[in-house]
């Protein structure tokens, strides 16, 4: 279905253990690894016309031990890895430190996710959400969107809230790719 009949859709995603390895406070692309069967399933879901949003906590800024650069930098290399440039419509991060006054931003909150549908016009309630923590399905579902969590890494004292609160578990890239489309072919 158009978008400009529908409204956009949007399938917004974690960063870190979601696209790629998670390397703590990466600042450096040469380490860039992307998260296997991710390069497929983004060009899947490009393909079906998703705007894909990054959205992600990236609090190694807040503490001073990266720059805004060097996460740009790192988003540059996780794209060229993609197949290239403005794969994402958009990027939301938010480089605040846990507690201080302007993490208002961070996941668990929806406002990254807010602010990118505000800024883009996409409809939440048909769009998704997908990552690997507890507070990105808690993010994506404070948005009103349908939530993934791709279990991959998920750290073990959140796998069982996680699970719970998400409305699809998918064991791999694949799996979450194949639940989205599913989802999506029923508003057709
Ligand atoms: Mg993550």
New binding site residues.
């Given amino acids: 279905m158009p978008h400009d009949i529908m409204g956009k859709y949007a399938v917004f995603l974690?960063?870190?253990?979601?696209l790629i390895e998670?390397v703590p406070y990466l600042g450096d692309p040469k380490l860039v690894k992307l998260m296997p069967g991710a390069s497929t399933a983004i060009a899947d879901l490009r393909g079906a016309n998703f705007l894909l949003v990054v959205i992600s906590n990236q609090s190694g800024v807040g503490r001073g031990l990266i720059t805004k650069e060097q996460v740009r930098s790192v988003d540059a290399k996780m794209e060229e890895l993609l197949g290239g440039e403005n794969i994402f419509a958009t990027y939301e991060h938010c480089f605040a430190v846990p507690g201080d006054p302007y993490d208002d931003r961070r996941k668990p909150s929806p406002k990254m996710i807010q602010q990118a549908a505000s800024d883009l016009q996409i409809d939440l309630k048909r769009s998704f959400m997908i990552?690997?923590?507890l507070c990105?399905i808690q993010a994506g579902n404070s948005a009103g969107c349908k939530t993934v969590l791709l279990s991959l890494h998920v750290p073990t004292n959140e796998m069982q809230e996680a699970s719970r609160l998400a409305s699809f578990v998918a064991s791999d890239w694949p799996k979450a790719k194949d639940w989205i489309l599913e989802q999506a072919s029923k508003h057709k």
């Fill in positions: 974690d960063r870190d253990d979601t998670n990552g690997n923590r990105d």
